[in-house]
Every structure is written in structure tokens, then in C-alpha cells.
């Protein structure tokens, strides 16, 4: 085969022992810098993953990936029928339905809290996937009921918990410009009943968020048959601010279209931005495992000028004696590689199943760190660890080949 004599003598030399056994501890250090990078590699791009795919689904799931709505506030989208059935005709529109949000204050007893409710139109098909499976309990079915005595709503689980609330219980809403009286806007009471307990995983809808049937808030916030929003969901996510543009040609210049991404650009920047600091961070260690691995074939190519000047008398090739030392410098890659791989991904699918690293929802929107790691990840990471071994390689390989045999062999 092949090359195998050059790999058999580097596997040799890093096996053997030797008479300076400074040699072996920078060798096992030079294995260790490879490994711990490469976990730390693996490790931060999981946590990068795993932030941006629990943020990102938590959002889609509560919110929309095209928004429609007034470029000044004003009456609201009074033609929303017309309007919504033009934008599904948009193609890979998956729906466009309305929403109505409006800010109210929740009175529980003791306790009280700003809130934004959004009326949903119950009759479109994609509640049964964006909202139906966050409802934590209760049911959706009792939001139908528009001849209730006592109309229903959907209240956020964070907030409430925040109220102390539970399921069935009955809470005052407090419109604040409810009424116009000829001493000005008077705020109006509404009694209404907790019909379901709704937890996305995303924070800030937990806790502000409460749902009810678009005619029933339109009826309590004495509107016509208007809504403030165009709700849409496109079949390619990443294609938003494409089909945004699309929407916003559609629609006319009364009208802004926004998409997910642009709504959430802090979010999602910071989080490009934290992949690459680590990344550049993290590749440190690596540069530091490669000086070892420099360090470790310089000292070895000294200790083996006896041994060198034997293979080229024996009529060993220089480019043998090359990729000896090449050779060694990439089996050290790749034995601390395949280490840091296991120690990386191990961590990471112990961490995220045992959620091993909390934190404050009120902060960071979610309740633990999501580790996702990748299998894809593991080929350009261990790719860029043998590349960083490969390049320290290169010059003790080549001092390795200006060992002159009978300078060497002298005194021998």
C-alpha cells in the first residue's frame, strides 16, 4: 500500500519511548490543545445552533413570517377580506389570515398587569398547528362559544402565573379608552373567564400575551369589522424578505409589510455575531495546539538525526522522510480530533437532555441553554484541526530532509 512504511515509522515514533521524555508530555499536550479545541469548537456551535432553532420556532410558532399593517395608525385595514384573499394568491402564501392586537390592562383580584390581546379568526386552518399544540390546558373550542354569558379567552402561562390565575378562573379586562363620554375617553370593564393556559416556550408571549375570537375583542373594543393586521405564513421561511416585497407591491403604499427576520434583527445579529467571536475565539486554541505540534516534531527531528541519517543511508527517499514527520503531525490531529468529537457531542446531548444550564426567561426569552449539535459540523471542524496540524507539520518536515548522513553519523 501506499505511503505505508512512512506511516508505520511516525506511528513508531510516537509510540516509542524516548530518551527525553520532555518529547512524550508535549506530545500528549499537543493531543489534548487538538481535542480541547475541537470540543470547544463543537460545543459553541451546538449552543449557537440551539439558541437560534428553539428562538426561531418559538417565534414562528407565536408570531407570523409577513406582517401587514398600517404605515400610520389610523382606523385600521378596513377591506382586511379583500386584501387577505389578493395576498394569499401571492406564490408559497401558505395562509393570510387577520389579527387584531390590542393593549388592555388584566385585573385579577389583587393583582394586575398590562397585556396586548390578539383576536384570532377562529376559522383559519393554521391554529391547529400554531396555537392548538402550546395550549397547556384547556381547549380552543370554548373561544366559539360567542353566546357565552361570560366571554372566554386564552391567557399566557407566565402571565398567569404572574396573576396567580388558574384554569376556569375569572378575570376583569380594562379597556383604557373604552368608551367616549363628553368629558373625554372613559375606560370600560369587561368580566371574562380563563378558557386555556397557552406556553410557547418563547417569554416575552407567555408573559404579555392573551387570546380571544376577533369578533368577540372587536365587540369589546367597540370597533367595526377592522383588524390592525395581516397575518401571513409563507411555505420558505428563509424567503420572507423576498415575499415581503412581493406583499408590500400587493398591498399598496398605505400598508408596510415586515418580515420575521427584520421584527427579530437584534436577536438574530447578535447571535451571528456570537458565532463568530467564538469561532475566532475558539480557533486560538487550536493555533495553540499547532505550535505544540511545531514544538513536538522540532524536538523530534533533533532527537531522531541518528535514525534519519540511517533510512536516507539506507536509500530512504527525502519525500519519505517528509511524510514521516507529516504523518505524525496528522495522527496527533487526528487522535485529538476524534477525542474532542466525543467529549463535544457527549456533553452537548447530555446537556440539552438533562437541561443542565438555566436561565432567567425574563432575560434570555427561554428557561435553559439549547444545546443542537450538529453531525454536519463535526466534517469542517475536524477538517480545520488537520489543516492547522497539517500547516505545523510542514517546516519540521523539511529540516527533517537537510539531515546530512555523515555529518549525523560522525561520531556515531
Known sequence: MAFQFELFVARRYLKAKRRQSAISIITAISILGVAAGVMALVIAIAINNGFRTTLQKNLLGATAHVTITERVPGEGIVGWRELAKKLATIPGTMEASPALYEKVFVNAGG??????????????????????????????????????VVPNLLVGAKLAESLGLRLGNYIQIINPIGELTPFGPRPSYHRMRIAGLVETGFYDVDANFAFMSLPALQRMMSLGDVVNAIEIKVTDIDAAPAFAEKAQALAGNKYAATHWMEQNRQLLGALRMERIVSLITIGLIQLVAALNIFITLIMMVMEKQRDIAILLSMGTRKEQIRRIFIYQGLLIGVVGSTVGLVLGYGISLIADHYRLIQLSEEIYSISYVPFQPNPFDALWITAFALVVSLIATLYPATSATKIAPAEALRYE
Open 111 to 148: 393583582s394586575s398587569s398590562g397585556a396586548i390581546v390578539k383576536g384570532l379568526d377562529l376559522d383559519s386552518p393554521r391554529l391547529e398547528k400554531d396555537l392548538v399544540p402550546f395550549i397547556r390546558q384547556g381547549s380552543l373550542s370554548k373561544l366559539r362559544e360567542e353566546d357565552a
